[in-house]
């Protein structure tokens, strides 16, 4: 059974003439009769009754067009809907970014592309960046925005920033009032680090150990309001990039000197997969754009 089948049951269902529906589909009526015998061979019963002047619709085929009608209703409105998808200017792009770029970041960057393609919707997911790479690998995302990494093969890059962690420590600490120190400073504060399965869980760890010790972990988190707020409460020092909004009023906001914390921040999507014109346009867009306007 296919979509040409239930067209040609449609058709011949509303106009009751194998004559009528011939020329309305442009089909002879020996091969529509053909396909209406084969639909009704594979229903496993008839569907119309035969008359001298055409045909009717038995009590099977009422219950079957009523179905038919729905099915090819449904297949009408995919097709709308994959249009819409991948016209330019009206199109659905899904977008994966690391929860650090969701406060301003994004939401910036998104209503600056609508004003030059308004018609074009977004569906928005915040993760990790481990799973907004898994996301793009298995085509659940079409673009990512998340922390740099070790090239994949099926994967393209674009280096868009390099975001600065900063060292946050609690309003009491001995650190609070210096505006940067080397983070060796630090060295013997317990940290509120990041989950093993972010990326600036590895990153964070790395800098460290590039100050010369190995961090003692307090507390591990998601995300930089829970880091913030764990430092806050005083469970420890942490690094994290800025973060409009942050309460200033428990914590210090510290430049840190020595090593150079930088984190870069990139858009990636697949390399061998399809991308719609939509995707393509918003790909073009953040390549030509002046980032630092939407931070």
Known sequence: MDWHQLKYFQTLANLCSFTKASVELVLSQPALSRSISRLEEEVGVPLFERKSRGVALNRYGEIFLKHANRALWEIAEAKQE???????????????????????????????????????????????????????????????????????????????????????????????????????EVASDPFVLYKPETALHDVIEKLCLDAGFQPIMSFEAFEERTVAGLVGAKFGVALIPFMPGLDLEKVSLIRVCKPHCIIGIQMVWRTDGYMSPAVTQFKSFVENSDLSKHI
């Open 82 to 184: 994959i249009s819409n998808m991948v016209d330019p200017f009206h199109g659905t792009l899904l977008l994966g970014f690391i929860q650090p770029l969701g406060s301003s970041f994004v939401p910036n960057l998104i209503s600056a592309f609508q004003k030059q393609v308004p018609g074009i919707r977004f569906q928005l997911t915040q993760d990790t960046t481990k799973k907004i790479v898994s996301q793009i690998e298995s085509a659940e995302v079409d673009i990512g925005f998340c922390s740099t990494q070790e090239p994949i093969e099926t994967i393209s890059s674009f280096l868009i920033m390099n975001q600065e962690l900063f060292l946050i420590v609690h309003k009491d600490h001995r650190l609070a009032d210096r505006k940067q120190v080397d983070l060796c």
